[in-house]
């Protein structure tokens, strides 16, 4: 296991609706990474945080925004909900901005309907 | 653009066989490639990763993989499978620019005893 924690586990939304996913970082680590995981796919990515500032973003629409915080935990906020944003998201946690090697949480799960 | 494949969406092996599974990938400058495994309901965990030096990496499990640079490829490979690997796999490379994760469709394989 790492050191990676993500809350809640589980959720359940409804379409329209606005959510808030939170991510505890691995001691030691200063970037956050966030990851959409659609049911039968791989892990997509959604954007990068490093000192408290986003640093690099994948093909996601604004909706999708989030927050570091000082002690470099992270928020993953999702505006408008749709039924396609039902997937896993997994936080991922590197000791540095450009550290290649990431460590994941155990992801939330978030059921759109 | 960087990529991942993995061609086969699921590999079937007898336990106590060799299991392969395999992943090619399309990056500019040097890769650095990953397995990584998910089970139901979980994250992900790192297996091992090819960053530079020897073509065999020897990771977790007993698991290794061979990176064939002529042949794009970094197969995950197990001399003797058990039914406990029995897990979705799944194969990233870095993107060097923004320090992302790119995987692939993931590959699921069943060891039946």
Redesign the interface.
């Known amino acids: 296991e790492t050191g990676v924690t993500?809350s809640p586990t589980h959720l359940i939304k409804t379409r329209g609706q606005q959510v808030t996913l939170r991510c505890s970082s691995q001691s030691g680590h200063n970037?956050v990474?966030w990851?959409q995981q659609a049911l039968?796919?791989?892990?997509?990515?959604i954007f990068?945080y490093y000192r408290e500032e986003e640093?690099?973003r994948?093909n996601f629409p604004p909706r999708f925004s989030g927050l570091q915080f000082p002690n470099y935990s992270s928020e993953l906020n999702v505006n408008a909900l749709e039924l396609d944003d039902s997937a896993l998201y997994?936080c991922?946690s590197?000791r540095f901005?450009?550290?290649?090697?990431?460590?994941?949480?155990?992801?939330t799960?978030l059921t759109v309907t | 653009a960087q990529s991942v494949a993995q061609p086969e969406d699921q590999v079937n092996v007898a336990e106590g066989n060799p299991l392969t599974v395999k992943c090619t990938y399309s990056v500019s400058g040097n890769p650095?490639l990953f397995w990584?495994v998910q089970y139901p309901?979980?994250?992900?965990?790192?297996l091992l990763?090819y960053?530079t030096g020897d073509n065999l990496v020897k990771g977790s499990y007993g698991f290794e993989a061979e990176f064939n640079k002529s042949q794009t490829s970094f197969h995950l490979k197990k001399p003797s499978a058990l039914v406990s690997d029995s897990a979705l796999y799944?194969c990233?490379v870095?993107s060097s620019?923004?320090?992302?994760?790119?995987?692939?469709?993931?590959t699921t394989l069943q060891v039946k005893p």
Do not use: W
């Not at chain 1, 039968?40 to 990515?45: H, I, L």
């Open positions: 993500q970037t990474s990851y039968g796919q791989g892990p997509q990515f990068q640093n690099g994948g997994l991922a590197s901005h450009g550290a290649v090697e990431q460590y994941f949480g155990p992801g799960r | 650095y990584y309901n979980r994250g992900l965990q790192f990763k960053i799944f990233a870095v620019n923004t320090g992302k994760l790119i995987f692939g469709q993931g």
